[in-house]
């Protein structure tokens, strides 16, 4: 079986028969804000990976609580994971609008975890562990992941032994369709398959989701 890079993003997927087109690129960003046969594999570009977020000098790693508890405006489990709505969320360093804003997240759809709650606003956390203070509204209840392991296999069941459909790189979001105890079936550029939990950011190991 024969594969090849294509590009410079150097993700390699693995596929039987003939690739479809692909959607734009998935990059979640952080700113500062200051201002052959038929057998024959296809191989094509799905998704790029998320760069390292920039930290403000200013800035505050925001801790999860060490236990869970329940948020006093919705009542739901703290901490819990959420998707970004909005491609343009200002990340405040306080729950209104009269605090000043440190980040502004740009790409809709990246996991989040809420780690606070107060009125309308909500305090998140990303991958790296930055963030701050949104608005509900800028928040969906849609779950996504980002994938931690570079060239992450997605197999065709949840079986370390099944098929592999295509290999992603470290950093691409992706949707999560269901989670069973230790895997979950995930979705991104059209290719759905199965993933262990342990290489994924943005789902809890005992979280069951259907």
Known sequence: MATRFIGCMGVLLLLAGTAAAQDAPLRPQLRPDHTGTPAEPVVTTVATSIPAAPRMPDAQALAPPQEPTIGPETHLPLPRFVSLKTDDANVRR??????RIDWV????GMPLMITAEYGNWRRVVDREGLGGWVHYALLSGTRTVILEHDMQPLHTRADADAP?????????IARIDRCAPDWCR?????YRGWVPKSALWGVNGDEILD
């Not at 997240?105 to 809709?108: E, L, P, Q, W």
């Not at 592999?164 to 691409?172: D, I, K, T």
């Not at 995930?186 to 059209?190: K, L």
């Open 94 to 99: 306080g729950p209104s609008l009269s605090h």
């Open 105 to 108: 997240f740009t790409r809709a």
């Open 164 to 172: 592999v459909n295509v290999l992603l790189e470290a950093g691409v």
């Open 186 to 190: 995930i979705s991104t550029g059209g």
